[in-house]
C-alpha cells in the first residue's frame, strides 16, 4: 500500500511539473510575442515619426526655395523694368583743371587698376556720392571688375553694381564703394568703434586686394592712423564750419581746396580736389550715367 502511495505522489509530481512546464512555456511565449510586437510597434513608430519628419523638412525646403525663387523672379521683373537697372557702363574721365604737381594720368590709371584706399570728404550735398559712383563706373568699364556698394537697394543701380551688406562678401580683386551711413555708425558708438569698424574695413581691403572708395562726412571722428593708411585723398568743398573746426591735418587739405575752387567757375558739386603720391590739383567730374533723384534721395536717407 506503501509503494502504490509513492508511484501515485510520483505520478503526480511528473503531473505537476509537466503542467507547470507547459504554463511557462506558454507564459513565455506569450511574452516573447507581447515583446515582439511591441518592439515592432516602436520600431514602426519611430520608422514612421523620421519619415514623417524627413517629409516636412523636405516640403519645407521646398516651400523656402518656392517662395524665394517667386521673390527672386519678382524682384527680377521688377528690376529690368527700371530704366536704370539695364543701363551699361559709360566712361567719362575727370578733367584736370589745375595741376599743382605730379601727373593726373599716373593718378588715373591707379584708380582703374591698382587696388587703393580713397577717401572721398566733404560738407553734406557737396556731390561725394556722385563723384564715388562716377569713379566706380570708371573703374568697370576700363576694367570690367566686379563693382559693389554697401547698404544701397539694387533698384537704385545697374545691373553691374551689386548691392552687399557686408565687406567680407566683395571677391577678390573687386571695387567697392562704402558710404559712412551704411555702416553702424550711430550717433551713441564711441569714437573708438567707429575706428575700429573703419580699421576692420582697410584690413580686409588690403587682403583681397579690393579697390575701396569712402565717403564720410565727419572727418573728425576718423583716427589719424587711419588717414596714413589712404592712397588717396579726393576733397569735396567744405563747409565754413570744417574748415573753422577740422584737425591741422585735415583743414589744410580743406584750405586748398577752398583756395583751388574759388578760381574756378560752375557748379562747386562737380569738382574735387585730388591728392595723392602721383598728382596733386583740382579736376572736375560728371554725374554718373545711371544717377537719378531716387539714388541721390537714397544716399541722403542712409547719412540722416
Known amino acids: ?15 505537476g511539473w509537466i503542467f507547470k512546464g507547459i504554463f511557462l512555456g506558454i507564459w513565455y511565449l506569450l511574452k516573447g510575442i507581447w515583446w515582439l510586437i511591441s518592439k515592432s510597434i516602436k520600431g514602426i513608430y519611430n520608422v514612421t515619426s523620421r519619415i514623417w519628419w524627413l517629409i516636412s ?11 524665394r525663387k517667386i521673390k527672386e523672379s519678382s524682384e527680377k521683373r521688377k528690376l529690368r523694368s527700371s530704366p536704370t537697372y539695364g543701363k551699361r557702363a559709360m566712361f ?42 562716377r569713379l566706380l563706373e570708371n573703374i568697370h568699364h576700363k576694367t570690367g571688375r566686379k563693382c559693389f556698394v554697401l547698404g544701397v537697394s539694387q533698384e537704385n543701380m545697374p545691373e553691374w553694381i ?40 582697410l584690413a ?35 563747409s565754413l564750419l570744417q574748415l573753422e573746426m577740422e584737425r ?26 585730388l591728392i595723392d603720391s602721383d598728382f596733386e590739383g583740382a579736376v572736375s567730374h560728371s554725374l554718373p550715367s545711371f544717377w537719378t533723384e531716387s539714388l541721390s534721395k537714397n544716399q541722403a536717407k542712409d547719412k540722416e
Open 1 to 15: 500500500m506503501t509503494r502504490k502511495r509513492q508511484q501515485i505522489n510520483f505520478l503526480w509530481k511528473i503531473t
Open 57 to 67: 523638412k523636405l516640403i519645407s525646403s521646398l516651400y523656402r526655395v518656392t517662395s
Open 92 to 133: 567719362d574721365p575727370l578733367q584736370v583743371l589745375e595741376a599743382i604737381s605730379g601727373d593726373y594720368q599716373v593718378s588715373e590709371k591707379r584708380i582703374h587698376e591698382d587696388s587703393i584706399i580713397s577717401l572721398i570728404f566733404g560738407k553734406r550735398g557737396s556731390g561725394k556720392s556722385a563723384l564715388g559712383f
Open 162 to 201: 551689386s548691392p552687399i551688406e557686408n565687406i567680407e562678401d566683395a571677391p577678390q580683386g573687386s571695387a567697392l564703394l562704402v558710404d559712412e551711413g551704411a555702416i553702424s555708425f550711430g550717433s551713441r558708438d564711441s569714437m573708438s568703434k567707429t575706428n575700429k569698424g573703419l580699421a576692420g574695413i
Open 204 to 238: 580686409i581691403a588690403r587682403h583681397k586686394n579690393l579697390t575701396v572708395l569712402f565717403i564720410t562726412q565727419n572727418t573728425g571722428m576718423i583716427d589719424k592712423n587711419v588717414l596714413k593708411l589712404s592712397d588717396m585723398l579726393l576733397v569735396k568743398q567744405g
Open 248 to 273: 591741422p591735418e585735415i583743414k589744410k587739405f580743406y584750405e586748398k581746396a577752398d583756395s583751388a575752387f574759388k578760381k574756378l567757375e560752375g557748379d562747386k558739386r562737380g569738382f574735387v580736389y
